[in-house]
């Protein structure tokens, strides 16, 4: 079977999706796949190349790229699946590379795009999970940056991100509506991201997160255990504390939270996979405090390196990292 293992883009995460791509690369059962690498860079170039063994070795030379419509033509189509685990962000996360693929009638892993763009718009797919499955969200304001926006009374410190973007990318905690001010003002600035949401900080919670497999063809799913998350370098989960040595630690399954609350947190997650129509694997982070479920957002394309979250729950349950790499490629075949 013939992949191309998919990675880069224009998104904050571009580094990341390379570091989650290298680990696959490395993890992965190669006596069963013919692996191709299809790397995207900032530009929305693509090259198409074979991977010198365990290395991904971006090419340098320019002249190897081509644009991205062009090298899914020529790349991805000659493939039997395009592998998305290792790509992440902007652009692969809200569904837009899956349209194109989808239009190219190449097959690919993961959830698609119309699930996709519907996870990544935190605020409507939060609004929909409170209303359908009447689990409790942090209270949020959705802010256009390009507009002069009045906020209702809030208290301070509260939690201000960018309402579609993943990793913890651009997420702050406020004191101040001064610094709320600055904050917005320089989104106005960079322009990067429009939409932003002000939410309730709930101080002192304990951050959960939850994954769930799925068989596409036969529709059954597997909860993994849930993990629990203690940053150290942050009060909570962001960028450095995801993506740096010592950033947090993990506990898997937590320790801080009963069991029912565990197991409730696992069939959720499976739930709201379900719900917002993703595919084959997702991880949903929630919070935990006094009892009481609060659910966060929903990933489609949750990082892949061995350390990540994801990749912790199935090993928590025997699953390891290569049986994980081979269940996503398995159960995404056309």
């Known amino acids: 079977m013939k992949i191309a293992l998919v990675c880069g883009g224009p998104s904050s995460e571009h580094e990341v999706s390379l570091k989650s791509t290298e680990a696959i690369l490395k993890n992965i059962d190669k006596s069963k796949y013919e692996i191709f690498i299809f790397y995207i860079d900032k530009d929305l170039r693509s090259c198409f190349f074979l991977p010198k063994k365990e290395r991904l070795d971006i090419p340098t030379d320019k002249g190897l790229y081509v644009p991205l419509l062009q090298g899914i033509k020529e790349g991805l189509k000659q493939c039997d699946l395009a592998v998305l685990m290792g790509i992440h962000g902007e652009f692969a996360e809200d569904g837009r590379l899956q349209s194109l693929l989808?239009?190219?009638?190449?097959?690919?892993?993961?959830?698609?795009?119309?699930?996709?763009?519907?996870?990544?718009?935190?605020?409507?797919?939060?609004?929909?999970?409170?209303?359908?499955?009447?689990?409790?969200?942090?209270?949020?304001?959705?802010?256009?940056?390009?507009?002069?926006?009045?906020?209702?009374?809030?208290?301070?410190?509260?939690?201000?991100?960018?309402?579609?973007?993943?990793?913890?990318?651009?997420?702050?905690?406020?004191?101040?509506?001064?610094?709320?001010?600055?904050?917005?003002?320089?989104?106005?600035?960079?322009?990067?991201?429009?939409?932003?949401?002000?939410?309730?900080?709930?101080?002192?919670?304990?951050?959960?997160?939850?994954?769930?497999?799925?068989?596409?063809?036969?529709?059954?799913?597997?909860?993994?255990?849930?993990?629990?998350?203690?940053?150290?370098?942050?009060?909570?989960?962001?960028?450095?504390?995801?993506?740096?040595?010592?950033?947090?630690?993990?506990?898997?399954?937590?320790?801080?939270?009963?069991?029912?609350?565990?197991?409730?947190?696992?069939?959720?997650?499976?739930?709201?996979h379900e719900l917002l129509r993703c595919r084959t694997y997702s991880r949903s982070d929630f919070l935990v405090k006094d009892g009481e479920i609060y659910y966060l957002e929903t990933n489609t394309l949750p990082g892949m390196t061995q350390a990540s979250l994801l990749p912790q729950e199935a090993g928590a349950v025997g699953i390891s990292f290569r049986q994980l790499i081979d269940f996503v490629i398995e159960k995404s075949k056309p």
Request: aromatic content about 8%; some cysteine; charged content about 20%.
């Open 102 to 272: 989808d239009f190219h009638q190449v097959p690919y892993t993961g959830s698609g795009a119309d699930s996709s763009a519907l996870a990544m718009d935190k605020f409507v797919s939060t609004n929909l999970i409170e209303h359908i499955l009447h689990l409790k969200i942090p209270r949020t304001f959705l802010i256009d940056v390009t507009n002069n926006v009045e906020l209702p009374r809030i208290e301070y410190p509260i939690v201000v991100k960018p309402n579609s973007a993943g990793s913890s990318v651009g997420v702050y905690i406020v004191n101040s509506p001064n610094e709320l001010d600055g904050i917005l003002a320089g989104a106005k600035l960079e322009s990067k991201f429009r939409y932003w949401l002000v939410q309730d900080y709930i101080q002192d919670a304990i951050e959960i997160s939850c994954g769930c497999l799925q068989d596409k063809k036969t529709r059954s799913f597997t909860s993994l255990p849930p993990i629990e998350i203690i940053p150290q370098t942050s009060r909570f989960f962001d960028y450095s504390a995801k993506y740096q040595l010592g950033g947090s630690r993990e506990i898997v399954p937590p320790k801080n939270i009963p069991g029912h609350i565990s197991e409730t947190i696992s069939n959720l997650a499976c739930d709201i």
